[in-house]
């Protein structure tokens, strides 16, 4: 039987809000503190107490929906979501049910030779943080029992659903790592996946081609808790060929939780899903609807920093190619490196093509990030400042570059030490020429005879015998011109 099917992925992200205190309480956020260090009697859900509202989490959480292009409700308001579970001591969680801070945003996502793809994000509500569950054992299943640590209970999150707009594992990566990136730009999260404070559900469900009903009706499975955005991909790849196989075979697909195993790259069965009407939402008693004023929200608005899809079209207009300036973009570090070093040197694209390249290589080897440099923007403008001065050819550079990373040191100073000055001067280069062209004759006879490949031989000889420090450019002209005199001694 051939069945074919159409992929629909909706994906839920999690963003933790970065402020100093909890959503609803004073206590810290600060990640990694010993556990349950940082709870009061509010977080702890002690009976009597009140919750007050962070307002600057509500700023970031409006930022954040300005920013992904959505409407910020006026009017929002708080629900309590029930349910039990220990990493939850008020037994319900409080969040935004049917009035969410902000609704029908987008996010553009590029796939690799189409055309630009609007994701719409159906909401995005602000809800509190639960506690973290440390299990004795390697998995869930044989764990011998569970630790609970409440740090993280209470801290503020965003919710961001998107439409079941998706049709790939693929389009699922582009779309998280545009909204990571949009966020980074507005420092409202540490948007680390690793650490938690950015997370992905993904719910996956296959349409049989001419199927009628609606998506939300085609039996739906949710995939967990995944840390990477490439896990998020590989998850959503591995459903979809299992939930394939099933319809192939005219089985059935049951909606239900799934986790995902970083090992074996498989998802596997966790519990059956529940519905929206299991949680029984009810309005928060505690908390007054959430009235934001308009021009709050204009001004918010107004000041939004520069986002991805305004410095793409910058950098392009610059001349920097598409495919570097999409690395920039999607690496704010990265990005503002280069705008700091660009306003100390004009060749825009020779600079991005050292970052991209060397600088990047260098950091990859020290597991340094563009922000932690050891070589910093105004260090990297100095060493391409000696090349362009002569002092050093690009090769020498390279290597200078990788010692100041070892050092610390500016470029001028181990130019310096090491004497690694490039020899420029016409006579001094001419005589080596003159000695390889004369020790080389057969190779002379080979360029001469049509073979491009001997003058690179030649090259390297002159290269060689001046340890690497010549001047690609004058060696090359050099040989040339006294090739010719040798092979037309009349002229
Ligand atoms: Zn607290």
Redesign the pocket.
């Known amino acids: 039987m051939s069945a074919s099917f159409e992929v629909i992925i909706g994906l839920e992200v999690h963003v933790e809000l970065k402020t100093a205190s ?1 959503l609803f ?3 810290s956020t600060t990640f990694g503190a010993a556990p349950n260090s ?7 859900g002690m009976p009597g107490v009140l919750p007050v509202l962070n307002q600057e989490a509500i700023r970031m959480a409006c930022l954040s929906a300005l920013a992904l292009h959505c409407q910020v409700r006026p009017v929002s308001k708080f629900d309590r979501k029930q349910y039990f579970y220990p990493d939850l001591p008020k037994a319900y969680q409080i969040s935004q049910y049917d009035q969410p801070l902000a609704e029908f945003g987008w996010v553009s996502v590029r796939p690799a030779g189409g055309d630009v793809k609007k994701v719409g994000i159906r909401r995005i509500h602000v809800e509190e943080d639960a506690g973290k569950l440390n299990h004795l054992g390697q998995r869930l299943g044989d764990a011998v029992g569970s630790l609970v640590d409440l740090n993280r209970a ?1 801290v503020p999150l965003i919710e961001i659903v998107s439409e079941p707009d998706l049709r790939s594992a693929e389009e699922a990566r582009l779309y998280l790592t545009e909204l990571r990136a949009t966020l980074s730009y507005l420092d409202v999260s540490d948007l680390r996946m690793e650490e938690g404070s950015m997370r992905c559900d993904a719910n996956v469900s296959l349409r049989p081609v001419g199927y009628a009903g609606s998506v939300e009706d085609l039996p739906r499975v949710e995939i967990k808790n995944v840390n990477s955005i490439r896990n998020v991909q590989r998850g959503i790849e591995y459903e979809i060929e299992r939930q394939r196989e099933l319809l192939v075979h005219g089985e059935r697909i049951v909606k239900e939780t799934r986790g995902f195993d970083d090992a074996t790259g498989q998802t596997y069965s966790q519990r059956s899903k529940e519905e929206a009407n299991d949680y029984r939402y009810f309005p928060e008693p505690d908390l007054p609807p959430l009235v934001l004023d308009v021009s709050w929200i204009e001004d918010l608005r107004r000041n939004l920093p520069e986002l991805p899809d305004a410095i793409r079209q910058s950098l392009v207009a610059r001349g920097i190619p598409s495919k570097d300036a999409e690395v920039l973009v999607l690496d704010r570090e990265a990005y503002e490196y280069w705008n700091a070093a660009r306003s100390l040197y004009a060749d825009e694209r020779t600079l991005v093509n050292w970052m991209l390249s060397d600088v990047l290589r260098v950091l990859n080897l020290r597991n340094e990030s563009f922000s932690q440099a050891s070589v910093g923007p105004r260090a990297l403008v100095e060493l391409l400042t000696l090349i362009d001065q002569g002092t050093l050819s690009g090769r020498m550079a390279k290597e200078v570059l990788e010692a100041m990373f070892a050092t610390q040191k500016s470029a001028a100073d181990i130019v310096k030490e090491r004497g690694l000055s490039q020899i420029t001067d016409v006579a001094a280069v001419g005589a080596v020429v003159e000695s390889v062209l004369t020790s080389h004759p057969a190779v002379v006879a080979d360029y001469l005879s049509g073979k491009e490949k001997a003058l690179a031989y030649l090259v390297g000889q002159v290269m060689k015998a001046t340890r690497g420090q010549a001047k690609p450019d004058l060696v090359n002209r050099l040989l040339i011109e006294g090739i010719a005199r040798e092979s037309n001694p009349t002229r």
């Not at 940082?38 to 702890?44: F, I």
């Open positions: 909890k309480c004073g206590c940082q709870t009061c009697p509010v977080c702890l209470g």
